[in-house]
C-alpha cells in the first residue's frame, strides 16, 4: 500500500469532508418548507412488495394534492415497533403509519394517536364501505384512531401435487370437520396425505412416524393466529371475556384447541413436526409445502405470494378451514392507517389517510394482488388479480364472511406475543402440556394489562 | 512511558540551559505534555463524551425510572433494581449467559491457538487458508438467519442429512433445550476463531526465532518448547484477545436473535436477549437499563480480574 | 509426511466449514425462486439465472443502497483511523494528567450493549437535529461504538515502537507532531490496515444504529434494504439471498486488497 494508500486515504479524507456538510443540507428536512408552500409528509410501513403499488398510487394523490408530497418510510416487520416507539420517544414519528392491532391499544393509551372522529364526521368519511368488525378494532372509548387498510383470515392452503398424488381433489377438502375424541374427517384426511418412506399411512399398521415422506398439514404461528387460535374459535373458546378485559386462554375451550394441535403432530402423526417448523428458526410454511414436506398448511391471506413463489403456475390452491365442535371460524384481523399525534401536518396527514381508505387507493392495492382492501365491495378486484394467477382465492373472503374472531384488543399484547412464543413451541414439542402452558401464559398477561 | 516531549521549536531555547532553570524547565515540560496530549485527544474525547459517556449516563438515569419510551418517565427509584434480583428470569439469563462464554471462550480460544501454529508454518498455500478462515467474520447476520435453516433442520439439514449417511439420527438441534446453546455458541466459534486466530498469529510472528533455534539445540521437544516458550510469549496476544472477546461473548446478541429469540423453553436467554426483549419488546426501558447495569458491573468485574491475572504472570504492558 | 497430510486434512475441513455458507448463498442465489425453496442448499443449480442479481440491484434500489453503504463506510473508516490515531498516540506516549483514568474509562464503555446507549443516543442526535441524515449516521461510528475497541488496539501497537526512535528525531528537534507524522504513523502503516478492514467491516454489516437513525431511502445501508426484504409479509429468500451476496463482495474485495498488510501488521504488532 504505502504511498498509494497514504495518496488514496488523502483523497478520501478530503471528499468526507466535502460530503458531510453537504449531506447534512440534504437531509435532515422535516418537511417545513413553509416558503415554497409545499408540505412533505412521512409514511411509515413495512411491506417491502406493497412499496411499488402503493408508491405508484400516492402520484396519483400528489397530481390532486400539488402541495403535498409523500415520503415512504420502509422498516423490515421484525424492528418496525422498536424503531416506532424510539420515534415516538424522540417526537419524530412519521406522520402517517400502518398500525396493528397487537399495538394499537396501548398507543391509543399513550395518547400517541390522532382521534380521527371529528375528521371522519366533518369529511362524512362512509365507514359503512368497510367490514363492521374491522373498524371497530379502531376504536378505543369511542374515538377512531385509524382508517382500515386491509384485511386477512386464515385458510387451508394445498399444493395441488400432493393432492393429486394422493388421489384427492379440492372439494374432498371442503366441510371437514374435527372434534376431539377421535379428530373427525379433518383428521382422516391429513392420514391420507401423510406417507412415511414405505408408503403407509398413520391409520395403518406398521407405520413409522420417524421416516415421514409427508406430512398432511403444516402448522406455524408465533402467537397462536395460523393455529389454534382458529381451532379455538371453532371449539367455542374466546381468547378474552371481553374485548378490552382479561385474557381466557386457559378456559377448557381454549386448553382443547391447543390440545388438538398438540394432538395433530404428537398423537395422529399427520402434522410437521414442531422441531421443524417452531419459530423463529423453522422455514415459513410455503417453502415447507414447497419442498413437499407436507401437503396443506394453514395460513394467512398476505402469504399468497409466497406460495405462488414456491408453488408457482398454479401449484397451490386454498379451502376452507374445518369446521369444528362449535361450527367454523377463523381468525379475522387487518391493518389501519394511523396519525401520529405529535405530526406537525395533521391536516395534511388526514388528507392522505383518507386518500389511503379510499376506493381509489385501495382499488389499486386490490388489483396488485398483495392484500384484501379494507373495503369490502373492492375484494372482487383482489380475487381477479390472483385468478389471472391460476388461483381461486376466494375461499379467504368465504371465510370472513363466516364466523370470525378478531385479533385480541388488550394493552398486554406485547406480554402475551413473548410468553406465547416460547411456551407453545414447547406445547408443540411435546415437553410442556397445553393446560400448563396456557395458564402460564394466561397468568402472565393479564398480570400485564394496564 | 518514558518520552518527553518537548517545546516547539517556535519557543526556541532548545537544547539545554543548565543549572537552577532545570527544575523550572521540567515544570514546563509537564505542562506542555498536557496540553500536547489534551490537545491530541480533544476530538476523540469530545466524540467520547458526546456519544459514549452521555448515552452511558442516559442509561444509568433511565434505570431510576419507569418508562415505556412513550409515556411521560416516572421516578421509581432502585425499583428495577429491587425487582431485578427477585426476577428469576433475569437470574436465568445470567446463568445463560455464563454458560454461553464459558462454552464459547475457551474452545474459540484453543480452536484459534491451534490455527494459528498450524498456519504459523511455512506451508503451501498459506495465505489462502489465512482469508478463507477469517471470511465468515465478514457475515451479514440478516443473510445468516436463512444459512442456519439450511444447517440445522433437524430433517433437511446439512448436518442430519450427513449424520444420516453414517447411519446416526441427529438431534433436534434448535428445539431441543440442551443442544440449543451449544449450536449458538459454536455458530459463534464459526464466526470469530479466525478473526482471533489473526491476533494470535501475530503474536507468534514477534517471538524471535533465536528462541526456538536455542531451544532446537537444547534438544527440547515440541510440545515442551511449546510450554516453555510459545505459550510465556504468547501471552500479550491472549491477553487481548480474551479480554475484548469476552467482553463481546457477554454482550452477545445477533445469533440468539436470529436462531433462538432465547428458545427453546429460555434455554438461550442470555442477559443481552433479554435487555433487548424488556426494552424493545415490552418496552419497559427501564428495567432493561437496570439489567444493562447489572451486565455493565459483571463485565467489568470479569475484566478487572482478567488484568490482575494476566499483570501477575506478563510483562504486557496495559497501563 | 503423514503428519503433513493429516495437518492438511485439518485445515481443508475447518475451510470447508467456513466457506460452506457461504457457498450455499451464492449458489442459492442463482437458483429459480421455486427451486431455492425446493432442493436443497448444497444441491447445485440446475439452471443458474442471475434474474435475483437484477432485480434487487435494479428494482429494490439496492445500487444506490449499496453506495450510500460505501460512502459511509469509507468515510467512517478514515475518520476513525485519523481520530483514533491522534487519541492513541496520546494515550502511548504523552504523560497528561488524568491519563489512566480516562484511557480506563474508554475501555469501560466497550461493556455496555449498544443495544440499550441507542435510545439515550437517538434522543441527543434529535436534540441535534441529525436524523436520518448522513452526520448522524456517520458520527457515532466513529466517536462511539468501535472508537474504544481502535484506540485500544492502536494504542498497544504504538507502545511496541521503540523509545529510542523518537529520543532520536527529538533531538534533532522534532516536534510531537512530526514525531508522530514521521516515526509513529510510517511505521504503523500495518496496523492502521487492519483498523480500516476491521471499522470498514463493521460498519458496513451494522444494522442497528442504521435502524434506528435514518428513515428515508436517501440515508438507507444495504443492510437495512436487505432485512426489509425478509419480511413478515411475504419473505422473499431468492432476493436476500442474491442481495446478501451482492454485499459479500465489496468486504472480500477489500480485505483481499489488505490481506497482506493484515497479516504483517499483527505480525508487528506483537501486542506487547
Known amino acids: 500500500m504505502s504511498r498509494r494508500f497514504l495518496r488514496r486515504a488523502a483523497t478520501a479524507l478530503a471528499l468526507s469532508s466535502l460530503l458531510v456538510p453537504l449531506a447534512a443540507c440534504g437531509g435532515g428536512d422535516d418537511g417545513d418548507s413553509a416558503t415554497s408552500g409545499t408540505v412533505t409528509l412521512r409514511y411509515g410501513m413495512w411491506d417491502e412488495v406493497q412499496k411499488d403499488p402503493i408508491r405508484k398510487s400516492l402520484d396519483a394523490f400528489t397530481q390532486a394534492h400539488p402541495d403535498i408530497k409523500v415520503e415512504i418510510e420502509l422498516n423490515p416487520w421484525d424492528q418496525y415497533w422498536s424503531k416506532l416507539q424510539t420515534q415516538l420517544a424522540g417526537k419524530s414519528a412519521p406522520d402517517v403509519f400502518w398500525d396493528h392491532v397487537a399495538y394499537f391499544p396501548q398507543f391509543a393509551q399513550q395518547g400517541v394517536l390522532t382521534d380521527l372522529t371529528a375528521d371522519i364526521a366533518a369529511d362524512k368519511v362512509d365507514t359503512s364501505l368497510y367490514p363492521q368488525t374491522l373498524a371497530d378494532s379502531w376504536k378505543q372509548d369511542g374515538k377512531t384512531y385509524g382508517l382500515p387498510k386491509d384485511w386477512d383470515t386464515i385458510g387451508l392452503i394445498y399444493s395441488t401435487k400432493a393432492l393429486g398424488k394422493a388421489g384427492?381433489?379440492?372439494?374432498?377438502?371442503?366441510?371437514?370437520?374435527?372434534?376431539?375424541?377421535?379428530?373427525?374427517?379433518?383428521?382422516?384426511?391429513?392420514?391420507?396425505?401423510?406417507?412415511?418412506?414405505?408408503?403407509?399411512?398413520?391409520?395403518?399398521?406398521?407405520?413409522?412416524?420417524?421416516?415421514?415422506?409427508q406430512y398432511g398439514l403444516a402448522l406455524q404461528a408465533p402467537t397462536g393466529q395460523q393455529d389454534w387460535w382458529n381451532f379455538g374459535l371453532q371449539n367455542g373458546c374466546k381468547l378474552q371475556d371481553a374485548p378490552w378485559g382479561k385474557w381466557t386462554i386457559d378456559s377448557p375451550a381454549c386448553v382443547q384447541a391447543i390440545q388438538f394441535v398438540q394432538d395433530l403432530r404428537l398423537k395422529?402423526?399427520?402434522?410437521?413436526?414442531?422441531?421443524?417448523?417452531?419459530?423463529?428458526?423453522?422455514?415459513?410454511?410455503?417453502?415447507?409445502?414447497?419442498?413437499?414436506?407436507?401437503?396443506?398448511?394453514?395460513?394467512?391471506?398476505?402469504?399468497?405470494?409466497?406460495?405462488?413463489?414456491?408453488?408457482?403456475?398454479?401449484?397451490?390452491?386454498?379451502a376452507d378451514l374445518p369446521k369444528g365442535p362449535a361450527g367454523s371460524g377463523t381468525v379475522f384481523n387487518g391493518l389501519s392507517e394511523a396519525i401520529s399525534a405529535g405530526s406537525k401536518h395533521p391536516k395534511e396527514a388526514w388528507e392522505l389517510v383518507k386518500y389511503l381508505a379510499s376506493a381509489e387507493h385501495q382499488k389499486i392495492m386490490a388489483g396488485s394482488g398483495t392484500v384484501w382492501p379494507g373495503i369490502s365491495s373492492l375484494n372482487q378486484d383482489f380475487a381477479e388479480a390472483w385468478k389471472a394467477k391460476?388461483?381461486?382465492?376466494?375461499?379467504?373472503?368465504?371465510?370472513?364472511?363466516?364466523?370470525?374472531?378478531?385479533?385480541?384488543?388488550?394493552?398486554?399484547?406485547?406480554?402475551?406475543?413473548?410468553?406465547?412464543?416460547?411456551?407453545?413451541?414447547?406445547?408443540?414439542?411435546g415437553k410442556l402440556s397445553p393446560g400448563a402452558a396456557a395458564k402460564q401464559v394466561n397468568d402472565a398477561s393479564n398480570a400485564a394489562i394496564k | 512511558m518514558s518520552v518527553r516531549t518537548r517545546p516547539p521549536s517556535t519557543s526556541g531555547g532548545y537544547p539545554t540551559r543548565q543549572g537552577a532553570r532545570a527544575r523550572k524547565s521540567a515544570r514546563r515540560h509537564a505542562w506542555r505534555a498536557a496540553v500536547e496530549g489534551y490537545l491530541l485527544?480533544?476530538?476523540?474525547?469530545?466524540?467520547?463524551?458526546?456519544?459514549?459517556?452521555?448515552?452511558?449516563?442516559?442509561?444509568?438515569?433511565?434505570?431510576?425510572?419507569?418508562?415505556?419510551?412513550?409515556?411521560?418517565?416516572?421516578?421509581?427509584?432502585?425499583?428495577?433494581?429491587?425487582?431485578?434480583?427477585?426476577?428469576?428470569?433475569?437470574?436465568?439469563?445470567?446463568?445463560?449467559?455464563?454458560?454461553?462464554?464459558?462454552?464459547?471462550?475457551?474452545?474459540?480460544?484453543?480452536?484459534?491457538?491451534?490455527?494459528?501454529?498450524?498456519?504459523?508454518?511455512?506451508?503451501?498455500?498459506?495465505?489462502?487458508?489465512?482469508?478463507?478462515?477469517?471470511?465468515?467474520?465478514?457475515?451479514?447476520?440478516?443473510?445468516?438467519?436463512?444459512?442456519?435453516?439450511?444447517?440445522?433442520?433437524?430433517?433437511?439439514?446439512?448436518?442430519?442429512?450427513?449424520?444420516?449417511?453414517?447411519?446416526?439420527?441427529?438431534?433436534?438441534?434448535?428445539?431441543?433445550?440442551?443442544?440449543?446453546?451449544?449450536?449458538?455458541?459454536?455458530?459463534?466459534?464459526?464466526?470469530?476463531?479466525?478473526?482471533?486466530?489473526?491476533?494470535?498469529?501475530?503474536?507468534?510472528?514477534?517471538?524471535?526465532?533465536?528462541?526456538?533455534?536455542?531451544?532446537?539445540?537444547?534438544?527440547?521437544?515440541?510440545?515442551?518448547?511449546?510450554?516453555?516458550?510459545?505459550?510465556?510469549?504468547?501471552?500479550?496476544?491472549?491477553?487481548?484477545?480474551?479480554?475484548?472477546?469476552?467482553?463481546?461473548?457477554?454482550?452477545?446478541?445477533?445469533?440468539?436473535?436470529?436462531?433462538?429469540?432465547?428458545?427453546?423453553?429460555?434455554?438461550?436467554?442470555?442477559?443481552?436477549?433479554?435487555?433487548?426483549?424488556?426494552?424493545?419488546?415490552?418496552?419497559?426501558?427501564?428495567?432493561?437499563?437496570?439489567?444493562?447495569?447489572?451486565?455493565?458491573?459483571?463485565?467489568?468485574?470479569?475484566?478487572?480480574?482478567?488484568?490482575?491475572?494476566?499483570?501477575?504472570?506478563?510483562?504486557?504492558?496495559?497501563? | 509426511m503423514f503428519k503433513k497430510t493429516g495437518l492438511y486434512a485439518f485445515l481443508i475441513i475447518g475451510a470447508l466449514v467456513s466457506v460452506a455458507p457461504y457457498l450455499?448463498?451464492?449458489?442459492?442465489?442463482?437458483?429459480?425462486?421455486?427451486?431455492?425453496?425446493?432442493?436443497?442448499?448444497?444441491?447445485?443449480?440446475?439452471?443458474?439465472?442471475?434474474?435475483?442479481?437484477?432485480?434487487?440491484?435494479?428494482e429494490y434500489d439496492m445500487s444506490s443502497f449499496l453506495w450510500h453503504t460505501f460512502v459511509v463506510a469509507a468515510v467512517v473508516t478514515v475518520l476513525q483511523v485519523v481520530f483514533s490515531c491522534l487519541a492513541a498516540f496520546a494515550f502511548a506516549r504523552i504523560a497528561f494528567p488524568g491519563r489512566e483514568l480516562l484511557f480506563w474509562a474508554y475501555v469501560a464503555t466497550m461493556m455496555v450493549p449498544q443495544i440499550v446507549t441507542i435510545v439515550p443516543l437517538f434522543l441527543l442526535m434529535r436534540q441535534f437535529?441529525?436524523?436520518?441524515?448522513y452526520p448522524g449516521?456517520?458520527?457515532?461510528?466513529?466517536?462511539?461504538?468501535?472508537?474504544?475497541?481502535?484506540?485500544?488496539?492502536?494504542?498497544?501497537?504504538?507502545?511496541?515502537?521503540?523509545?529510542?526512535?523518537?529520543?532520536?528525531?527529538?533531538?534533532?528537534?522534532?516536534?510531537?507532531?512530526?514525531?508522530?507524522?514521521?516515526?509513529?504513523?510510517?511505521?504503523s502503516r500495518p496496523i492502521l490496515a487492519t483498523l480500516a478492514t476491521m471499522t470498514f467491516v463493521n460498519t458496513w454489516n451494522n444494522i442497528l444504529w442504521p435502524l434506528i437513525i435514518t428513515n428515508s431511502d436517501r440515508t438507507r445501508v444495504i443492510a437495512l434494504g436487505i432485512a426489509t426484504l425478509k419480511s413478515q409479509y411475504a419473505s422473499q429468500y431468492n432476493l436476500v439471498l442474491?442481495?446478501?451476496?451482492?454485499?459479500?463482495?465489496?468486504?472480500?474485495?477489500?480485505?483481499l486488497a489488505f490481506q497482506r498488510n493484515i497479516i504483517r501488521s499483527i505480525a508487528l504488532t506483537g501486542i506487547k
Request: charged share 15%.
Open chain 1, 168 to 213: 384427492l381433489k379440492a372439494t374432498d377438502l371442503a366441510n371437514l370437520s374435527w372434534n376431539t375424541t377421535d379428530g373427525g374427517t379433518f383428521v382422516q384426511a391429513l392420514q391420507k396425505l401423510t406417507v412415511d418412506k414405505n408408503g403407509k399411512h398413520p391409520n395403518e399398521a406398521g407405520f413409522d412416524d420417524k421416516n415421514v415422506k
Open chain 1, 268 to 318: 395422529y402423526h399427520v402434522a410437521v413436526p414442531a422441531s421443524v417448523t417452531n419459530p423463529p428458526n423453522g422455514p415459513s410454511l410455503d417453502q415447507v409445502l414447497g419442498r413437499g414436506q407436507a401437503a396443506t398448511s394453514m395460513d394467512g391471506s398476505w402469504m399468497l405470494r409466497s406460495y405462488n413463489t414456491a408453488l408457482p403456475d398454479g401449484g397451490f390452491g386454498v
Open chain 1, 390 to 429: 391460476g388461483v381461486d382465492v376466494t375461499g379467504f373472503k368465504a371465510a370472513a364472511e363466516g364466523t370470525t374472531m378478531g385479533y385480541p384488543l388488550t394493552s398486554s399484547s406485547a406480554t402475551y406475543n413473548v410468553k406465547a412464543l416460547d411456551a407453545f413451541n414447547q406445547v408443540w414439542l
Open chain 2, 41 to 319: 485527544i480533544a476530538p476523540s474525547l469530545a466524540g467520547f463524551v458526546i456519544f459514549l459517556l452521555a448515552p452511558l449516563l442516559g442509561v444509568a438515569l433511565v434505570s431510576l425510572f419507569d418508562w415505556n419510551l412513550m409515556g411521560d418517565p416516572e421516578f421509581v427509584g432502585l425499583r428495577n433494581y429491587t425487582e431485578m434480583a427477585g426476577d428469576s428470569e433475569f437470574w436465568r439469563s445470567l446463568r445463560n449467559t455464563v454458560y454461553y462464554v464459558v462454552l464459547n471462550i475457551p474452545a474459540q480460544t484453543v480452536l484459534a491457538l491451534l490455527l494459528a501454529l498450524a498456519l504459523n508454518r511455512r506451508m503451501r498455500g498459506r495465505n489462502l487458508f489465512r482469508v478463507i478462515y477469517v471470511l465468515p467474520w465478514m457475515a451479514m447476520p440478516v443473510a445468516l438467519g436463512i444459512v442456519w435453516t439450511w444447517v440445522f433442520d433437524p430433517e433437511y439439514g446439512a448436518i442430519n442429512k450427513m449424520l444420516g449417511v453414517f447411519g446416526i439420527d441427529g438431534p433436534d438441534w434448535l428445539t431441543d433445550s440442551g443442544w440449543a446453546m451449544p449450536v449458538v455458541a459454536s455458530v459463534n466459534i464459526w464466526q470469530y476463531t479466525g478473526y482471533t486466530m489473526l491476533f494470535l498469529l501475530a503474536g507468534l510472528q514477534s517471538i524471535p526465532v533465536s528462541l526456538y533455534e536455542a531451544a532446537n539445540v537444547d534438544g527440547s521437544g515440541p510440545v515442551r518448547t511449546f510450554f516453555q516458550i510459545t505459550l510465556p510469549l504468547l501471552r500479550p496476544s491472549l491477553f487481548f484477545v480474551l479480554v475484548t472477546n469476552t467482553i463481546g461473548s457477554f454482550q452477545m446478541f445477533d445469533t440468539v436473535y436470529v436462531m433462538t429469540q432465547g428458545g427453546p423453553g429460555g434455554a438461550t436467554d442470555t442477559l443481552t436477549f433479554h435487555i433487548y426483549q424488556q426494552g424493545f419488546q415490552l418496552f419497559r426501558s427501564g428495567y432493561a437499563a437496570a439489567m444493562a447495569m447489572a451486565l455493565f458491573a459483571l463485565i467489568l468485574l470479569v475484566t478487572a480480574a482478567q488484568f490482575l491475572y494476566f499483570r501477575k504472570r506478563t510483562i504486557y504492558d496495559f497501563s
Open chain 3, 24 to 58: 450455499m448463498t451464492l449458489n442459492s442465489a442463482v437458483k429459480q425462486p421455486d427451486k431455492l425453496l425446493t432442493t436443497p442448499a448444497w444441491e447445485p443449480a440446475t439452471s443458474p439465472t442471475f434474474a435475483n442479481f437484477s432485480q434487487v440491484w435494479g
Open chain 3, 129 to 133: 437535529d441529525l436524523v436520518d441524515t
Open chain 3, 137 to 187: 449516521l456517520i458520527l457515532p461510528y466513529v466517536f462511539g461504538f468501535g472508537a474504544p475497541y481502535a484506540i485500544f488496539l492502536v494504542r498497544q501497537y504504538f507502545k511496541t515502537i521503540p523509545v529510542d526512535l523518537e529520543s532520536a528525531a527529538r533531538i534533532d528537534g522534532a516536534s510531537t507532531m512530526t514525531v508522530f507524522t514521521r516515526i509513529m504513523i510510517p511505521l
Open chain 3, 242 to 255: 442474491a442481495a446478501a451476496a451482492l454485499a459479500l463482495l465489496p468486504l472480500v474485495a477489500i480485505f
